[in-house]
């Protein structure tokens, strides 16, 4: 879905291409609600996750000037994973009251401000996300994928870039960057994990097998 007709032009090949904005919803909320905390509207609701992340969906809308916008939710942890591994993702905390919250207004304001919303069920939002990307890539597009999830990195290549932010920095993630800090590439980010494991999605990776000999 279109959220403007304006076509940019893309500084990596040269020539005019539709830009495609993919922002991971949970990953960017979360982020806004740990780095500002101290937001609430009259009613003393709290409102530090709304403001940041819609502040920052604004901030790249700005920049990147897309064609296309998707605001991707996730469906639910996907039963061909739990069924391989009960424990995936089973240690992570509730989510905090005064996030719920906030996370109930967002559903009712992403679409007043004419942002597409998709989401799948059975399906996680940054496996949705990477299925858009490597389409709206072949496509002959320019990819944005707004998201500090590592598991995204793996669909970094040609036409796609990751936005990642911290406190002190906010970087265009491509394949260099990848290969400098992990010291692999796009491609062998799926079976660097599944050896070394993964402790975000409590997935044990192979025993003894550590960050070097993965």
């Known amino acids: 879905r279109s959220m403007s007709l304006k076509r940019t032009s893309s500084a990596e090949n040269g020539r005019t291409s539709d830009v495609f904005l993919v922002v991971d919803f949970l990953n960017v909320v979360f982020r806004s609600f740990f780095a500002i905390r101290t937001l609430s509207n009259s009613q003393g609701v709290p ?3 709304i403001h940041g992340f819609v502040q920052s969906v604004r901030r790249w809308i700005h920049e990147l000037t897309p064609s296309h916008l998707a605001v991707v939710l996730d469906g639910e942890k996907p039963s061909r994973r ?3 591994l009960p424990e995936y993702k089973a240690h992570r905390p509730p989510t905090p009251p005064e996030l719920v919250r906030q996370l109930e207004i967002m559903n009712d304001l992403i ?3 004419g942002w597409p919303v998709i989401r799948q069920n059975d ?3 940054d496996d949705v996300a990477a ?3 490597l389409a709206a890539a072949a496509s002959g597009g320019t990819v944005r994928i707004l998201s500090n999830d590592k598991d995204l990195l793996q669909v970094v290549g040609p036409g796609i870039g990751v936005i ?3 406190p002190r920095e906010t970087l265009l993630v491509g394949a260099e960057w990848i290969l400098e800090r992990w010291g692999i590439r796009p491609d062998q980010i799926e079976c660097f994990l599944a050896l070394q494991g993964d402790a975000v999605d409590n997935i044990p990776g192979v025993p003894g097998v550590g960050e070097k000999t993965a």
């Open 47 to 49: 409102t530090h996750a």
């Open 82 to 84: 739990t069924n391989l």
């Open 111 to 113: 679409p007043l401000l």
């Open 123 to 125: 399906e996680e939002a």
């Open 131 to 133: 299925s858009l990307a």
């Open 164 to 166: 990642r932010s911290s």
